[in-house]
């Protein structure tokens, strides 16, 4: 090898930076080699992809309507990952909010009161919040892994949705489709703009991420969920609670997952069917590692991703590609951004005839 | 030139929303909304057909757009309006979660089209229209019927919905009328795709005796797993039986291509109105795909009398008298079923096994 | 419930459980080296269309299923590069793996949508299959069957007695002190990834060309996320992974049968089924915090970057 890669003494500040930006340069550039192999004109197709989901106020907010639930969630997700428990069950926590918060809405469905909203948005976050707490319970008290049970939550979650709105909140004057009536305008979360779909919950968001990155940076709980995440039987000789951390750690993320979900139910959807959720609960997991854990990081990476989405709909349209080419230039940009993350820690260098070394002290293993 | 492409249809979102119906000597753009991958063989894949079907006939007079694997959550309200935005004329939603989607960007957007795929709400720029596929699964049930020979008829559902319903009723009608003793054994998949657990289901009915099976899933591991078996098998969506060519006896398939482009037509010569429809076989919207040679003839002239009668208007599936499975007469006979009922249809006519589920 | 129906539902359980078994087989194997891989799902879609496509151009099964292989390595090669050369978030990663993989077969395979092709066949065992009952449940399977038990028996020989599965566990436990003692920590890993991205490779030529012998966008279904799921319901040992797959493989018939009974059920309550045994038998296996953390490989997950 001509190159290799070198240790850096500490992390790279500038790079820390440049990485994403040097990702996305490779991102473009392969991009344009795709699209103009597929016969389109690369620079137009890149501005589809990228600009002209966001060249209005419109788009704007459609940005928002997908990073608000897909920040909550990763939000929540974040303090778990930190803590060394692996929930990857906000996609059912995210159902459950929204199914939990619907059921109340609908129960409200006559109620004239400026209360409805509220309380439905208390009772889906609380939904959310229980059905991470089973997770909790099976992992402190029978050691179930949380991998296993969130995933399989997951599933069970979606089969309670569908049970719901085929069963018990089917609308009685709706032909029998399964989805529920639409909610009364009490329970539905205002929204930002006149005539656009943005409501509030990106609020809800944001006031969680700033929340949590004061949390994390400031007070002593933050320090214990780092200090166990890095190595738990530290935290356990200092004294922390081991468990009463994976309690907390998962039922912050399902109330906030939760939240996501009613929110989303109470805003751009509207009533309970069965695609309430379309993943958000998912794309979050990535967003958090892409966000390197870090609140900042985290909130450019839900925009990133939502972008995707959202560029991947204007591609078909404009340029009638398949939906298949979002999958491989989403792949494609997280490659690039996990790969060039590797220059904070490392730089290349020529490869020129080793010094004598001492194995042992040469030794480095880059943390995650 | 791509640019130049680009370039026109920002200039026509632009002037979005004070568009007029475009003039017939302009080609009009069509935008058509997908829930699956148009490669899913089955419900997308019907339409993605009509859509080309559409192209073909119009040549110039249209461009079309589509939008595929659209959530019918959140997201399905975007991409409806950003292809009324992006200058539209018609779009189609062809599922039945677009329905309050599309219904409130066609609020926003009056003077472009909305057609909406199997849905009850309508307004002045947003028809429905959905397809009689019951008649085409009618039709087969009484092939079914007559071929069966353990009178045990096996069908593989996804979700207890109405459409879905309908066809296991209307499947049942068919058989019932030519071999009373028939029975007709439903497994729910609680899926609309899955190959190997459609399958399964398909394995699990054969083992209760079924030997003629269809389904309403998206896949044709159905006809496999009859094929497989030896028994019979009937599909639906498209002609499925590159999948069995022995067991496939014919297929319920959707045409959904004369209804796009009479809807495209109209748009150009402005005479495009909301209207609810429901076209059926008169229409070749639902048909039958070859039958099997193994259908003795006395059969396939049956099937090609009641498919005349059905054409002609002479008779209706639901014809009274139909009966419930308690046996009571819900439609007596020398009446019919209302569309309205058979829209919302939500139990079990005689001749199916087990309970509906309600959830 | 009669004989011939028990027999039936225990064939049926079998075939269930082997796609699920090859894929987690292999991320086991990935996992006890350190490398979590979640581009499963990824992977087996590959798998599933390629050997489809070159099974149609080719007409040969077996060359259909060299080619799911190959397209399983491929994939995991892609993400042994960046999670293990590159040390990538291996999280991250192997999502990113599982959308590109969801693309890139769709796109390949936008042609092959609604081709049919004579799947591989079951094979009866002369002799085995003639025995009442278990013939039937046992040796009437399709090849495939027969290779997911032999993959078994390896790897449960590889980590029971072999010098190959200690290097392996110990590069997943201590990668630093593998490195100290001479073992190449890269090798070993990119040699259990690839073996991860076969199996899972194998699993997708198993769903389309043997299972359901024709290819639609997604067919996979989820299956990848069940297997990960089974990985950790294992303990990261071979012969719970059976008994994991084979526990949802019966479950997930059961929801099926039970219908057929006549059993007056909410479907889709009934559906919850393999989920909710998948927890419980979880919990009354393994209620014991000390085992269930010791058998974890302690590096899973971190990446490593020998001497530079």
Same mark, same amino acid.
């Given at each position: 090898?001509?190159?290799?890669?070198?240790?850096?003494?500490?992390?790279?500040?500038?790079?820390?930076?440049?990485?994403?930006?040097?990702?996305?340069?490779?991102?473009?550039?392969?991009?344009?080699?795709?699209?103009?192999?597929?016969?389109?004109?690369?620079?137009?197709?890149?501005?589809?992809?990228?600009?002209?989901?966001?060249?209005?106020?419109?788009?704007?907010?459609?940005?928002?309507?997908?990073?608000?639930?897909?920040?909550?969630?990763?939000?929540?997700?974040?303090?778990?990952?930190?803590?060394?428990?692996?929930?990857?069950?906000?996609?059912?926590?995210?159902?459950?909010?929204?199914?939990?918060?619907?059921?109340?809405?609908?129960?409200?469905?006559?109620?004239?009161?400026?209360?409805?909203?509220?309380?439905?948005?208390?009772?889906?976050?609380?939904?959310?919040?229980?059905?991470?707490?089973?997770?909790?319970?099976?992992?402190?008290?029978?050691?179930?892994?949380?991998?296993?049970?969130?995933?399989?939550?997951?599933?069970?979650?979606?089969?309670?949705?569908?049970?719901?709105?085929?069963?018990?909140?089917?609308?009685?004057?709706?032909?029998?489709?399964?989805?529920?009536?639409?909610?009364?305008?009490?329970?539905?979360?205002?929204?930002?703009?006149?005539?656009?779909?943005?409501?509030?919950?990106?609020?809800?968001?944001?006031?969680?991420?700033?929340?949590?990155?004061?949390?994390?940076?400031?007070?002593?709980?933050?320090?214990?969920?780092?200090?166990?995440?890095?190595?738990?039987?530290?935290?356990?000789?200092?004294?922390?609670?081991?468990?009463?951390?994976?309690?907390?750690?998962?039922?912050?993320?399902?109330?906030?997952?939760?939240?996501?979900?009613?929110?989303?139910?109470?805003?751009?959807?509207?009533?309970?069917?069965?695609?309430?959720?379309?993943?958000?609960?998912?794309?979050?997991?990535?967003?958090?590692?892409?966000?390197?854990?870090?609140?900042?990081?985290?909130?450019?990476?839900?925009?990133?991703?939502?972008?995707?989405?959202?560029?991947?709909?204007?591609?078909?349209?404009?340029?009638?590609?398949?939906?298949?080419?979002?999958?491989?230039?989403?792949?494609?940009?997280?490659?690039?951004?996990?790969?060039?993350?590797?220059?904070?820690?490392?730089?290349?260098?020529?490869?020129?005839?080793?010094?004598?070394?001492?194995?042992?002290?040469?030794?480095?293993?880059?943390?995650? | 030139?791509?640019?130049?492409?680009?370039?026109?249809?920002?200039?026509?979102?632009?002037?979005?929303?004070?568009?007029?119906?475009?003039?017939?000597?302009?080609?009009?753009?069509?935008?058509?909304?997908?829930?699956?991958?148009?490669?899913?063989?089955?419900?997308?894949?019907?339409?993605?057909?009509?859509?080309?079907?559409?192209?073909?006939?119009?040549?110039?007079?249209?461009?079309?757009?589509?939008?595929?694997?659209?959530?019918?959550?959140?997201?399905?309200?975007?991409?409806?309006?950003?292809?009324?935005?992006?200058?539209?004329?018609?779009?189609?939603?062809?599922?039945?979660?677009?329905?309050?989607?599309?219904?409130?960007?066609?609020?926003?957007?009056?003077?472009?089209?909305?057609?909406?795929?199997?849905?009850?709400?309508?307004?002045?720029?947003?028809?429905?229209?959905?397809?009689?596929?019951?008649?085409?699964?009618?039709?087969?049930?009484?092939?079914?019927?007559?071929?069966?020979?353990?009178?045990?008829?096996?069908?593989?559902?996804?979700?207890?919905?109405?459409?879905?319903?309908?066809?296991?009723?209307?499947?049942?009608?068919?058989?019932?009328?030519?071999?009373?003793?028939?029975?007709?054994?439903?497994?729910?998949?609680?899926?609309?795709?899955?190959?190997?657990?459609?399958?399964?289901?398909?394995?699990?009915?054969?083992?209760?005796?079924?030997?003629?099976?269809?389904?309403?899933?998206?896949?044709?591991?159905?006809?496999?797993?009859?094929?497989?078996?030896?028994?019979?098998?009937?599909?639906?969506?498209?002609?499925?039986?590159?999948?069995?060519?022995?067991?496939?006896?014919?297929?319920?398939?959707?045409?959904?291509?004369?209804?796009?482009?009479?809807?495209?037509?109209?748009?150009?010569?402005?005479?495009?109105?909301?209207?609810?429809?429901?076209?059926?076989?008169?229409?070749?919207?639902?048909?039958?795909?070859?039958?099997?040679?193994?259908?003795?003839?006395?059969?396939?002239?049956?099937?090609?009398?009641?498919?005349?009668?059905?054409?002609?208007?002479?008779?209706?599936?639901?014809?009274?008298?139909?009966?419930?499975?308690?046996?009571?007469?819900?439609?007596?006979?020398?009446?019919?079923?209302?569309?309205?009922?058979?829209?919302?249809?939500?139990?079990?006519?005689?001749?199916?096994?087990?309970?509906?589920?309600?959830? | 419930?009669?004989?011939?129906?028990?027999?039936?539902?225990?064939?049926?359980?079998?075939?269930? !459980?082997?796609? &699920?078994?090859?894929?987690? +087989? #292999?991320?086991?194997?990935?996992?006890?080296? %350190?490398? /979590?891989? $979640? *581009?499963?799902? !990824?992977?087996? &879609?590959?798998?599933?269309? +390629? #050997?489809?496509?070159?099974?149609?151009?080719? %007409?040969? /099964?077996? $060359? *259909?299923?060299?080619?799911?292989?190959?397209?399983?390595?491929?994939?995991?090669?892609?993400?042994?590069?960046?999670?293990?050369? /590159?040390?990538?978030?291996?999280?991250?990663?192997?999502?990113?793996?599982?959308?590109?993989?969801?693309?890139?077969?769709?796109?390949?395979?936008?042609?092959?949508?609604?081709?049919?092709?004579?799947?591989?066949?079951?094979?009866?065992?002369?002799?085995?299959?003639?025995?009442?009952?278990?013939?039937?449940?046992?040796?009437?399977?399709?090849?495939?069957?027969?290779?997911?038990?032999?993959?078994?028996?390896?790897?449960?020989?590889?980590?029971?007695?072999?010098?190959?599965?200690?290097?392996?566990?110990?590069?997943?436990?201590?990668?630093?002190?593998?490195?100290?003692?001479?073992?190449?920590?890269?090798?070993?890993?990119?040699?259990?990834?690839?073996?991860?991205?076969?199996?899972?490779?194998?699993?997708?030529?198993?769903?389309?060309?043997?299972?359901?012998?024709?290819?639609?966008?997604?067919?996979?279904?989820?299956?990848?996320?069940?297997?990960?799921?089974?990985?950790?319901?294992?303990?990261?040992?071979?012969?719970?992974?059976?008994?994991?797959?084979?526990?949802?493989?019966?479950?997930?018939?059961?929801?099926?049968?039970?219908?057929?009974?006549?059993?007056?059920?909410?479907?889709?309550?009934?559906?919850?089924?393999?989920?909710?045994?998948?927890?419980?038998?979880?919990?009354?296996?393994?209620?014991?915090?000390?085992?269930?953390?010791?058998?974890?490989?302690?590096?899973?997950?971190?990446?490593?970057?020998?001497?530079?």
């Amino acid at each position: 090898m001509i190159f290799k890669l070198e240790k850096r003494p500490s992390d790279s500040k500038a790079m820390a930076y440049l990485s994403p930006v040097l990702a996305v340069l490779l991102t473009l550039i392969s991009g344009a080699i795709v699209f103009a192999s597929l016969g389109h004109d690369p620079l137009g197709s890149l501005y589809v992809f990228f600009l002209q989901p966001l060249e209005d106020l419109y788009g704007w907010t459609e940005l928002g309507i997908k990073v608000a639930p897909l920040l909550l969630c990763a939000m929540g997700l974040m303090l778990c990952f930190k803590a060394q428990v692996w929930n990857i069950g906000a996609e059912g926590q995210f159902i459950l909010g929204g199914l939990g918060g619907g059921f109340l809405a609908l129960q409200l469905g006559d109620v004239e009161s400026y209360w409805v909203l509220p309380a439905v948005l208390l009772f889906g976050s609380l939904c959310g919040l229980a059905w991470a707490a089973l997770a909790a319970w099976l992992k402190t008290r029978f050691s179930a892994n949380e991998i296993l049970t969130t995933i399989m939550l997951n599933y069970i979650a979606l089969y309670f949705l569908y049970y719901g709105v085929h069963g018990p909140l089917k609308d009685p004057d709706g032909f029998n489709f399964p989805e529920s009536a639409l909610f009364s305008d009490f329970a539905m979360l205002p929204v930002i703009f006149e005539d656009y779909r943005l409501t509030i919950s990106i609020l809800f968001a944001l006031f969680a991420v700033a929340v949590i990155w004061t949390f994390m940076s400031r007070a002593m709980l933050g320090f214990q969920i780092n200090v166990l995440g890095q190595d738990p039987s530290a935290a356990s000789f200092a004294g922390f609670k081991d468990k009463k951390l994976v309690w907390l750690v998962l039922l912050i993320c399902g109330a906030l997952a939760g939240l996501a979900g009613v929110s989303e139910v109470t805003g751009p959807v509207g009533q309970l069917n069965p695609y309430i959720a379309p993943g958000y609960g998912y794309a979050a997991i990535i967003i958090v590692f892409l966000g390197r854990m870090h609140p900042g990081g985290i909130v450019i990476a839900s925009m990133l991703l939502a972008l995707t989405y959202m560029g991947g709909e204007m591609v078909q349209m404009d340029l009638t590609l398949p939906k298949s080419i979002t999958g491989l230039f989403q792949g494609m940009l997280l490659f690039y951004l996990l790969a060039c993350d590797l220059l904070i820690s490392y730089r290349i260098v020529r490869d020129r005839p080793v010094q004598t070394k001492s194995s042992s002290n040469q030794q480095e293993t880059a943390q995650a | 030139m791509k640019l130049k492409t680009i370039s026109k249809v920002l200039a026509t979102a632009a002037l979005a929303g004070g568009m007029s119906v475009a003039q017939a000597e302009d080609p009009i753009n069509i935008g058509f909304v997908y829930v699956g991958p148009t490669g899913d063989a089955g419900w997308t894949y019907a339409h993605d057909e009509a859509r080309k079907y559409v192209e073909e006939q119009l040549g110039d007079k249209v461009k079309t757009t589509y939008v595929e694997s659209v959530p019918e959550g959140a997201d399905g309200e975007r991409v409806i309006r950003q292809l009324a935005s992006k200058g539209n004329d018609l779009i189609f939603t062809t599922s039945f979660g677009y329905m309050n989607p599309t219904l409130k960007v066609a609020k926003k957007f009056p003077k472009v089209a909305f057609e909406h795929a199997s849905g009850y709400k309508r307004a002045d720029n947003m028809g429905t229209y959905f397809t009689r596929a019951y008649q085409g699964r009618y039709l087969t049930g009484l092939i079914a019927g007559k071929m069966t020979e353990s009178n045990v008829l096996g069908y593989v559902a996804s979700f207890p919905i109405p459409e879905v319903i309908r066809g296991i009723n209307a499947f049942t009608k068919g058989a019932k009328e030519v071999n009373p003793d028939v029975q007709v054994k439903v497994v729910w998949a609680s899926t609309w795709y899955d190959p190997a657990k459609e399958r399964e289901a398909a394995e699990t009915l054969i083992l209760q005796g079924a030997d003629v099976l269809t389904q309403h899933t998206d896949s044709a591991a159905v006809i496999q797993a009859a094929e497989a078996k030896g028994k019979y098998a009937i599909g639906y969506h498209s002609d499925m039986s590159e999948y069995g060519e022995k067991a496939h006896l014919t297929a319920a398939i959707h045409n959904w291509g004369p209804l796009y482009l009479k809807k495209a037509q109209q748009v150009l010569d402005g005479t495009w109105k909301a209207e609810d429809l429901w076209p059926g076989i008169a229409e070749g919207t639902t048909d039958l795909a070859p039958l099997n040679e193994a259908i003795p003839a006395d059969v396939v002239a049956l099937v090609e009398e009641k498919k005349a009668a059905l054409k002609a208007g002479e008779m209706r599936v639901f014809d009274g008298p139909v009966i419930n499975q308690a046996g009571e007469e819900v439609v007596p006979a020398g009446s019919t079923m209302d569309d309205g009922a058979l829209l919302g249809f939500g139990f079990y006519i005689e001749g199916v096994e087990g309970k509906l589920p309600q959830s | 419930m009669d004989i011939e129906l028990i027999t039936n539902i225990l064939f049926a359980t079998i075939r269930t !459980g082997t796609p &699920l078994i090859l894929i987690a +087989l #292999g991320e086991m194997v990935c996992e006890k080296s %350190g490398v /979590l891989n $979640l *581009g499963q799902e !990824g992977m087996v &879609l590959m798998g599933a269309v +390629l #050997g489809f496509a070159a099974s149609v151009i080719t %007409g040969n /099964l077996g $060359l *259909g299923l060299v080619a799911s292989v190959i397209a399983g390595m491929f994939m995991s090669l892609l993400f042994g590069f960046l999670a293990i050369s /590159l040390v990538a978030n291996q999280v991250a990663t192997g999502l990113a793996l599982t959308i590109f993989g969801t693309g890139l077969s769709a796109f390949i395979g936008a042609s092959y949508v609604g081709v049919g092709i004579e799947g591989i066949q079951a094979w009866t065992i002369p002799l085995l299959s003639d025995i009442p009952v278990i013939g039937k449940i046992f040796f009437s399977h399709d090849p495939l069957v027969y290779l997911s038990w032999v993959l078994f028996g390896l790897v449960f020989w590889v980590f029971k007695s072999t010098r190959l599965g200690l290097t392996i566990r110990s590069v997943g436990e201590n990668p630093e002190a593998a490195n100290a003692i001479g073992m190449s920590v890269f090798k070993v890993r990119y040699g259990a990834v690839m073996f991860g991205g076969a199996m899972a490779g194998l699993a997708g030529g198993y769903l389309s060309l043997a299972y359901t012998p024709l290819w639609s966008e997604g067919m996979s279904a989820g299956r990848g996320w069940i297997a990960l799921a089974l990985v950790v319901f294992a303990s990261w040992k071979a012969e719970r992974i059976m008994l994991g797959a084979y526990l949802f493989g019966a479950a997930s018939i059961m929801h099926l049968v039970l219908q057929g009974l006549g059993f007056e059920a909410s479907p889709n309550l009934l559906a919850m089924l393999p989920y909710v045994a998948t927890i419980l038998v979880l919990v009354v296996l393994a209620n014991d915090a000390i085992k269930a953390k010791l058998s974890t490989p302690l590096a899973l997950g971190q990446p490593y970057r020998p001497q530079l």
